[in-house]
């Protein structure tokens, strides 16, 4: 495999589905507009409920985003593994009412074996349970053994986010290798340990749910996909963690820098430098489209993030102020990807 950078990744994949008639449109602000079931953006697809639904007129049937997310979900957990972070970029391909799952699992299948091109043997999928349509595909039409392929419940396998458009989902999953794994009998596509990584969501949209928590059939089927684009990089980069990957690298190496620690030495220090170099991203981001930190919704996950960024550099021992200089860095890295953040 050849290395890329995350850059480069976000290019090939946009550029990729362009050439297939996708729209390329810029990532949409942090901040949901019309969507009062969400605080932040945190998947692709969120910022394209009302084209789902029908509810409004998207401007091309197929579009493509490289889109910036924030989940908190764990915030408790980043810092402490290499594997949790609250900002990811997500790249996606959208049908509206368009094509179906065949080019959606085609074309993923193309792009991860002609274009970035991976190991054929690495790859595994997974199925929602009943979906024999999905299966068909991939075992007929992209010639994957039976023994490769993993139906899964609604838990693992059915994506929804707040009410809205949802359905179930295929994902491809990569084989990080037998020293990621737990060595536990059964460890396989599925098991919670680090070897088998799912790294692409194909979500076959065709439901929405409502508010009182049932489910209706939109009118027409969707597709939404989602990558996230630092996974992806951990596996073309050949490294271990987020934390390892060269745009957020080079973030991690200006906290060292800052607070003369290194990477790796120290399990305590490590944690901290981790979070910071995780929260200055979200909060960078954040910042750029136009939150501000308070007492309240998306203004405390702001402060938040602020407040752990800070203390963790205290535990440092960084005397002063020193984030902004930090966020010059995230500028820096992601402005190719995103101008706004210099522009604001
Ligand atoms: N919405 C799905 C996800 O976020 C696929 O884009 O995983």
């Known amino acids: 495999m050849k290395y890329m950078s995350g850059n480069e990744l976000r290019e090939k994949f946009l550029k990729f589905f362009e050439e297939r008639g996708h729209l390329r449109l810029p990532s949409a602000s942090l901040i949901p507009q019309d969507d009062p079931t969400l605080l932040l953006i945190g998947a692709g697809m969120a910022p394209f409920k009302p084209f789902f ?26 810092g402490k593994t290499a594997r949790h972070g609250t900002f990811f970029e997500m790249l996606g391909n959208f049908s509206f009412g368009d094509y179906f799952k065949n080019e959606a699992i085609e074309w993923a299948w193309e792009f991860f074996t002609k274009v970035i091109k991976l190991p054929v043997e690495k790859l595994y999928v997974s199925i929602y349970q009943d979906d024999d349509e999905a299966f068909d595909i991939w075992h007929n039409k992209i010639g994957l053994p039976e023994d490769r392929i993993f139906r899964m ?3 693992d396998n059915f994506w929804e986010h707040g009410v809205g458009p949802c359905g179930p ?18 460890c396989t596509v599925g098991c919670d340990c680090d070897r088998y990584m799912e790294v692409w969501n194909l979500v076959f949209t065709q439901f929405c749910k409502e508010e009182d928590g049932s489910y209706s059939n939109l009118d027409h089927p969707n597709i939404d996909t989602g990558m ?4 992806l990089a951990t596996v073309m980069q050949g490294v271990n963690s987020i934390f390892d990957v060269d ?10 820098e800052i607070s003369g620690k290194k990477y790796g030495e120290e399990h305590k220090y490590d944690v901290s430098i981790r979070v910071i170099t995780d929260h200055v991203r979200s909060v960078t981001f954040m910042t750029s489209d136009g939150v501000m930190p308070s007492n309240e919704g998306r203004g405390y996950v702001l402060r938040r993030l602020i407040r752990r960024a800070a203390r963790h550099g205290r535990l440092l021992g960084i005397q002063g102020s020193f984030l902004a200089k930090l966020s010059a860095e995230v500028i820096e890295g992601s402005r190719a990807g995103y101008p706004e953040l210099e522009d604001k």
């Open 228 to 231: 996230g684009l630092e996974r």
């Open 53 to 78: 639904t029908g509810k409004m007129k998207p401007p091309s049937p197929r579009v493509t985003t490289c889109q910036k997310c924030i989940r908190t979900g764990d915030v408790e957990n980043v």
């Open 153 to 155: 419940g609604k838990e």
């Open 247 to 256: 745009t957020v690298k080079a973030i991690r190496d200006k906290v060292c």
């Open 169 to 186: 989902c295929s994902e491809i999953y990569y084989d990080k290798g037998e020293e990621y794994g737990c060595g536990k009998p059964g």
